[in-house]
């Protein structure tokens, strides 16, 4: 059984935050919130979120299988949809009704009821295992300034590079004719870990996934030489986590 | 820009002059010019052709074929790039076979209901070819006219009138499926599900019989052939999207006329990324490139929503034909399509080639490799060299979305 009440623009950031990367998924509801790991269908990019009980003003939830505290429900979802609907919604409240029996999921925002279907979870991938990484670079920034930069970045190229050198932080880009590069010194970010390195990503990826960051005030990011790169941020007022997780390019000799 | 033809292909005219001057290097008379002075004509219509000026207002018009009547020549072999594949025929044969062709030519707008297109629409569909009276408004050209698209075309002219003279023979479920309310993309689907090929299709949905009956409309042949490479490539790949990967790295490999493809498969889920490379002094690469020129256009498993500019509609009848073996397979898979165009495909002859060497590439059985490095190596060997000028692997590599693209598998 699970029964919640959110407010639909936190809801909406927080779908956001995942149809970035996928547009389906294996949610998995259990009494402490909601989390759900899954990656893009060329194995390139994944998504961990993670969204705390808190972040509900109503939230309840008791397994069908178990009593066991560590009990979870696993539904599959088409983020893309759910999404679209919340768009109609607006600012309201939205209540939401899992009938795990019967498949759907139902939305209520308002007077407006909607019913989704839920997708066979043995039709969607299985959830990825995390490679284990260690990153020597962290740098912290604010989303604005990263997200100005990827929309520029667009209109030059299709990959971006993101590095260190001392104690700077930049990204750059080379078109066929032109060249973008932002770099920002130790005081201008909120923090930089020290080093020299670079790596190469696609554009593609970059693009969708700063759109689903939009409503974070700063984002991590977590780097290495020719390496993935991994962004962390918050949702929901600091009650949800998302982390990104992006293969680089390898580039050219 | 170095690569403006071969990205414009003589279609676009990127270069601002009002002709493409490589197309015109191409023309010349046909055997067929001592009929200058004939004001009409009787004989059989094979298909039927819609021009693209001045759209919405285009001229348009039958199909016939100037020694069909007389001569016991089968008449299919005028339309049917698919037997010209499986005959081997070569550049001239094909160049000979087509300059019979006369396209005749009459103002309509595209929403036309005039009897003219009514008789045309029933050509279209017809199973075989119909006869037609045609009577000329002025004296027809004899000029081979070519393009990266169409197949060649032999004479045209200008006509006042169109009579049909025969019961064109149309297929029942054909016109089951002409006559029901579909829209255009499902109509489509159901013809090339009843075993109609894409030329066929194409030719159908220019006419205008397709859609639902307020919108119908005559598309450009041009235009009509990428567009039903398009929609039968989505029904298949809604389908194969579903299916399992293959199992391990095949290499398929076709050549004809000097147009050489190899088409790796990859396991993994759909994605596709096709090149092509051409030689200086093939079709699009004029002589004063030393150089080949490679293009590259790719798109994701969810699909593209950008037409794919760069190479236009070889992209699109490469990818049909990888979708047709996919679907075969019951598998997806990471395609990568290399196509080499080598000096001697020096007119072009339409993007049907393209089509039917893809499709000729999995009738044979592929090279297998368990390895990516294996296959890939396995690709760099097959490569050809042209006059002691060779691309290698990594010449397309450096372009590669796929092949640059690391995995999070591989950390």
């Given at each position: 059984m699970f029964e919640a009440r959110i407010d639909a623009s936190v809801l909406r950031e927080c779908i956001e935050s995942i149809t970035a990367v996928v547009d389906e998924g294996k949610l998995r509801i259990a009494e402490d919130g909601l989390k759900l790991r899954a990656v893009d269908p060329a194995n390139v990019a994944m998504v961990s979120f993670e969204l705390h009980r808190d972040a509900f003003d109503d939230f309840r939830f008791k397994s069908e299988s178990g009593a066991e505290a560590t009990a979870a429900a696993e539904v599959g979802i088409d983020f893309v949809k759910l999404r679209g609907i919340l768009e109609i919604g607006g600012r309201e409240e939205v209540d939401l009704k899992l009938d795990e029996q019967a498949q759907k999921?139902?939305?209520?925002?308002?007077?407006l009821a909607y019913t989704i279907s839920l997708l066979d979870p043995s039709s969607l991938r299985k959830e990825p295992k995390v490679p284990e990484l260690e990153f020597p670079v962290q740098v912290i920034i604010e989303t604005e300034e990263f997200r100005r930069t990827i929309r520029a970045a667009e209109k030059i190229g299709d990959h971006i590079m993101l590095g260190v050198d001392g104690e700077e932080f930049y990204m750059q880009v080379e078109g066929e004719m032109d060249k973008l590069r932002l770099g920002?010194?130790?005081?201008?970010?909120?923090?930089l870990t020290p080093g020299t390195l670079h790596s190469l990503y696609s554009l593609d990826y970059i693009s969708a996934m700063s759109k689903g960051m939009s409503h974070a005030a700063n984002i991590t990011l977590n780097l290495g030489k020719d390496y993935p790169l991994q962004v962390d941020f918050e949702v929901a007022e600091g009650k949800g986590k998302v982390s990104y997780l992006l293969a680089p390019r390898i580039e050219s000799e | 820009m170095y690569r403006l033809c071969i990205v414009c292909k003589g279609s676009r005219l990127l270069c601002g002059r009002k002709t493409c001057p490589l197309l015109a290097g191409l023309r010349k008379t046909t055997k067929f010019a001592e009929l200058s002075d004939t004001k009409e004509f009787f004989g059989p219509s094979t298909s039927i052709f819609v021009g693209r000026i001045g759209y919405p207002r285009v001229r348009v018009g039958p199909m016939t074929i100037l020694e069909g009547r007389d001569s016991d020549v089968e008449l299919e072999r005028f339309e049917e790039p698919s037997k010209w594949f499986a005959q081997g025929l070569g550049m001239d044969e094909i160049v000979e076979l087509r300059s019979a062709t006369l396209r005749s030519k009459h103002g309509e707008h595209i929403k036309s209901r005039s009897n003219f297109v009514a008789d045309m629409t029933e050509i279209a569909l017809a199973k075989q070819p119909v006869d037609v009276e045609l009577t000329f408004k002025s004296s027809p050209t004899f000029n081979l006219s070519f393009s990266d698209l169409l197949r060649p075309i032999g004479a045209s002219v200008s006509v006042e009138t169109m009579h049909v003279t025969e019961n064109p023979k149309i297929p029942k479920k054909v016109d089951r499926i002409v006559s029901d309310?579909?829209?255009v993309s499902e109509a489509a689907h159901e013809l090339y599900d009843l075993g109609l090929d894409v030329y066929k299709v194409a030719m159908i949905?220019?006419?205008g019989a397709l859609g639902l009956h307020n919108a119908q409309k005559m598309v450009p042949t041009r235009w009509s052939i990428t567009a039903t490479d398009d929609t039968i490539f989505k029904k298949l790949a809604a389908q194969l999207?579903?299916?399992?990967p293959v199992d391990s790295y095949s290499v398929y490999e076709s050549s004809y006329m000097d147009n050489h493809f190899l088409i790796l498969l990859m396991p993994s889920l759909f994605?596709?990324?096709n090149f092509e490379a051409w030689f200086p002094g093939s079709v699009w690469n004029d002589a004063c490139y030393q150089r080949p020129v490679v293009v590259e256009e790719y798109e994701g498993f969810k699909g593209r929503k950008q037409y794919a500019a760069n190479e236009g509609g070889g992209y699109y009848a490469a990818r049909l034909a990888v979708a047709e073996a996919l679907h075969k397979m019951r598998r997806q898979a990471g395609v990568i399509v290399l196509r080499e165009i080598h000096p001697r495909y020096s007119v072009p002859l339409g993007v049907w080639v393209v089509r039917e060497t893809a499709r000729d590439a999995f009738r044979k059985r592929g090279e297998r490799f368990d390895t990516k490095k294996e296959a890939l190596n396995y690709i760099d060997s097959r490569?050809?060299?042209?006059?002691?000028m060779r691309l290698g692997l990594k010449d397309f590599e450096v372009l590669s979305k796929i092949l640059r693209q690391k995995r999070?598998?591989?950390f």
């Open positions: 999921l139902f939305t209520r925002m308002g007077s920002l010194r130790k005081e201008q970010l909120i923090h | 309310e579909f829209k949905l220019s006419s999207k579903e299916y399992p994605e596709y990324e490569l050809r060299a042209n006059e002691g999070l598998t591989d």
